[in-house]
C-alpha cells in the first residue's frame, strides 16, 4: 500500500499565523515553494497561505504585506491528511475539497506537503487526468 508519506514532499515548514505575509514570500522564496501551512501558537495547523494568496488578496487588493499577517488570509477549515492514509485517501481528500497542495500529520506534527508534482510522480497517467478533471472541472 503506497502512503501519504510515501509520496509526499518531506520538510515542510510552517509559518506563524502571526508573521507577516513579506516573511511568508521570503520563506517560500528560500523554501522554492508556493504555498505553506500555517500553525496557531500551539503549532496545529490553521490554514494555509499560498504565493498566489499574497499576490491577489494582499498587494492586488492594495494592501502592504509587511503589515498583513498569514492569519488574515486564512479562511475556511484546513484541510490535510494523515501520514499513513492510503493514497486513495489523498486522492478523495484532495478531490472532495477541490485542494491542490495537502499538508500530511504524523503524531500531530507537520511531516511534509503533498502537491499535484507529488501526485504526477507516483500516479499512472490515467490517475492523474482523472486527478487534475475532478479538481480544476469544477474550480471556483
Same mark, same amino acid.
Given at each position: 500500500m503506497t502512503t501519504a508519506k510515501d509520496i509526499m514532499h518531506p520538510g515542510a515548514q510552517w509559518i506563524p499565523a502571526t508573521e507577516?505575509?513579506?516573511? +511568508? +514570500?521570503?520563506?517560500?522564496?528560500?523554501l522554492d515553494v508556493g504555498a505553506l501551512p500555517v500553525s496557531d501558537a500551539d503549532?496545529?495547523?490553521?490554514?494555509?497561505?499560498?504565493?498566489r494568496?499574497?499576490?491577489?488578496?494582499?498587494?492586488?487588493?492594495?494592501?502592504?504585506?509587511?503589515?498583513?499577517?498569514?492569519?488574515?488570509?486564512? +479562511?475556511?477549515?484546513?484541510?490535510?491528511?494523515? +501520514?499513513?492514509?492510503?493514497?486513495?485517501?489523498?486522492l478523495d481528500e484532495m478531490r472532495s475539497h477541490q485542494i491542490k497542495r495537502l499538508p500530511v500529520i504524523e503524531n500531530k506534527r507537520l511531516v511534509g506537503m503533498i502537491s499535484e508534482a507529488d501526485l504526477a510522480h507516483h500516479l499512472s497517467d490515467d490517475q492523474i487526468a482523472a486527478f487534475v478533471e475532478s479538481v480544476y472541472s469544477q474550480s471556483r
Open positions: 507577516t505575509l513579506d516573511r +511568508a +514570500a521570503q520563506l517560500m522564496r528560500d503549532e496545529r495547523l490553521c490554514g494555509i497561505v499560498t504565493d494568496d499574497i499576490v491577489v488578496k494582499c498587494v492586488a487588493a492594495g494592501h502592504d504585506p509587511a503589515n498583513t499577517t498569514c492569519e488574515e488570509l486564512c +479562511a475556511g477549515t484546513p484541510r490535510w491528511i494523515d +501520514a499513513g492514509a492510503d493514497i486513495s485517501e489523498v
